[in-house]
């Protein structure tokens, strides 16, 4: 996606790290609020509910250029790429372990009562990821349009003719 904004890359950097650093009125602390960081080139912002943590929410990361007196965000929006990575890693690895412990339920060597652990808490913790990964960002929608919204009042970023 491409966003417009009428004001220049450090002033915008400006704006943006000043609404950041301001204390959260009780509205927020309810509902949340848009939270980022970035510099003059770089943008990461994603919707951030007071003391929760939520690695799975939308976020929108970019790149900020100068462009027609403004700025030119380009973005995409969605899941953190880290956190793709991250579950990669996460499903990998149990993968290995499930699969280790179907040779193991296979084998006449182990007790029961090892084989049923060695295979369910793998299994368990798959189910967790899935779990994770489908209802960490159950509010996506709304937090696009918050970012969107907060861009558009914070620093006047519209989106480009035929892109959102």
């Known amino acids: 996606m491409k966003l ?7 002033p915008l950097a400006r704006i943006l790290e000043k609404e950041m650093d301001r204390e959260w009125t ?3 602390k309810n509902k949340g609020r848009v939270m980022g960081g970035g510099t003059e080139e770089k943008i990461l ?3 951030v509910k007071h ?7 939308t976020c929108l990361e970019g790149k900020m250029k100068a462009e027609r007196g403004g700025t030119l965000i380009t973005a995409r929006m969605g899941k953190a790429r880290s956190l793709n990575v991250f579950m990669v890693f996460w499903f990998g690895f ?7 412990s179907l040779m193991v339920l296979g084998s006449d060597d182990a007790p029961l009562s090892f084989k049923v ?7 368990l913790m798959m189910l967790a990821g899935v779990a994770m990964m489908r209802f960490g960002g159950h509010s996506a929608g709304e937090d696009k349009q ?6 558009a009042e914070k620093v006047k970023a519209t989106p480009e003719r035929g892109d959102i």
């Open 94 to 100: 149990l993968g290995f372990f499930m699969l280790m």
């Open 26 to 28: 009780q509205k927020e």
């Open 51 to 57: 003391n929760i943590r939520n690695d799975f929410s």
């Open 117 to 123: 652990p060695f295979f369910g808490i793998p299994f």
């Open 146 to 151: 918050r970012i969107l919204e907060f861009l």
């Open 45 to 47: 912002l994603r919707v």
């Open 4 to 10: 417009f904004s009428p004001h220049a890359p450090v």
